[in-house]
């Protein structure tokens, strides 16, 4: 099994910025599917930005050209820099990683606990 833990978020003032991680453990053989969510209070939950695993990234219009997805193949990591943060990015953001078990070669969809990024004077 697969799991994610996320790390990164936190309070910061408008226009600063943030870097997330999500770290896989487990024996993984592909990571297939990358992608960061978030959800903010009495809203649903949105895809922010995604990875596949030729590299290609897509994001929401709402934070293209201020947030990055990236990824360590190496460490099974996926981060989202985010800068020029506003207070709309407010919302609880969670990991999600689509792959190939190295060892079982069964294909896992897991996600993170979630973490808090809240952005505020």
């Known amino acids: 099994q697969v799991q994610l833990v996320e790390s990164g978020g936190g309070l910061v003032q408008p226009g600063g910025s943030l870097r997330l991680s999500c770290a896989a453990s487990?024996?993984?053989?592909?990571?297939?599917?990358m992608g960061w969510y978030r959800q903010a209070p009495g809203k649903e939950r949105e895809l922010v930005a995604g990875?596949?695993?030729?590299?290609?990234?897509n994001y929401a219009d709402s934070v293209k050209g201020r947030f990055t997805i990236s990824r360590d193949i190496a460490k099974n990591t996926v981060y989202l820099q985010m800068n020029s943060l506003k207070p709309e990015d407010t919302a609880v953001y969670s990991c999600?990683?689509?792959?190939?078990?190295?060892?079982?070669?069964?294909?896992?969809?897991?996600w993170g606990q979630g973490t808090q990024v809240t952005v505020s004077s």
């Open positions: 999600n990683i689509k792959g190939i078990h190295r060892f079982t070669v069964l294909s896992f969809d897991s």
């Open positions: 487990g024996s993984i053989f592909n990571m297939n599917a």
């Open positions: 990875m596949t695993s030729g590299g290609s990234t």
